[in-house]
């Protein structure tokens, strides 16, 4: 049986109707969630402990991909671009924040993949000299440059201490170290410490920014990602 003319027209406005409220609601939960691109120099350091730390941060209005390459600097830099067009190619979706994760340490191109960055509209959760540095700040301040292997001692003994277990080892890649650093350490400190630390430098050459992190930044916006909605 058809449709005579004026019913054809009434099923047209009740689907236009449809259609215009589906995109609405689509529109509604876009606007209500932040996905965040983080891609890290590491495969397993920086990786584990961000997947820790949205694990344990629960939130309806955040979405995460969390990359981590082998690669440092300007290379990773690099990377994170082809990764975002592949990703939002492949999903139909673009990302709200994506953030480069690396550290300075013997790399002559840190201040160009910095630069780099900014100029794709990324954002560098640089630390320098090492990623280390941000776990240590959880229990003091430290406003002298130091090794990697320094900040290691210096995280061991202070982990020993706190622990009252003087066999505990530092292990790069450790999936624990978030819960440690949330079990014996004050992340608030870390936070406050490193934002002492920025408050020490002026100009752009970052490579003598020691030390110095911005991880406490890509944190932040983990933990509170409800605060970029609201920036939208």
């Known amino acids: 049986m058809g449709y005579s003319r004026k019913e054809e027209i009434a099923k047209l406005r009740r689907e236009r109707k449809e259609a215009k409220a589906a995109k609405k609601r689509k529109e509604n939960i876009r606007e209500k969630l932040v996905r965040f691109l983080i891609v890290c120099e590491g495969t397993k350091t920086e990786p584990h402990y961000f997947e820790a730390?949205?694990?344990n941060c629960i939130s309806a209005v955040r979405e995460v991909t969390i990359e981590g390459e082998g690669r440092a600097t300007v290379a990773l830099v690099d990377r994170t671009q082809e990764i975002k067009v592949e990703l939002e190619r492949k999903n139909a979706m673009t990302f709200d924040r994506v953030w480069v994760v690396f550290d300075k340490d013997d790399f002559e191109d840190f201040n160009e993949a910095i630069k780099k960055a900014h100029k794709l509209g990324f954002h560098s959760a640089w630390t320098n000299e090492a990623f280390e540095l941000w776990y240590y700040l959880h229990f003091e301040y430290l406003d002298t440059g130091i090794s990697r292997s320094a900040y290691i001692e210096k995280l061991e003994e202070v982990f020993r201490n706190r622990m009252g277990d003087e066999t505990f080892k530092?292990?790069?890649?450790n999936p624990?170290?978030?819960?440690?650093?949330?079990?014996?350490?004050?992340?608030?400190?870390?936070?406050?410490?490193?934002?002492?630390?920025?408050a020490l430098y002026t100009g752009i050459d970052y490579a003598t920014h020691k030390p110095c992190t911005m991880v406490d930044k890509l944190v932040e916006e983990l933990e509170h990602p409800e605060l970029l909605l609201i920036k939208k």
């Open 53 to 55: 730390l949205i694990n």
């Open 170 to 173: 530092y292990r790069k890649g």
């Open 176 to 198: 624990d170290i978030y819960s440690l650093l949330q079990q014996y350490g004050r992340e608030d400190l870390a936070k406050r410490f490193a934002q002492q630390l920025r």
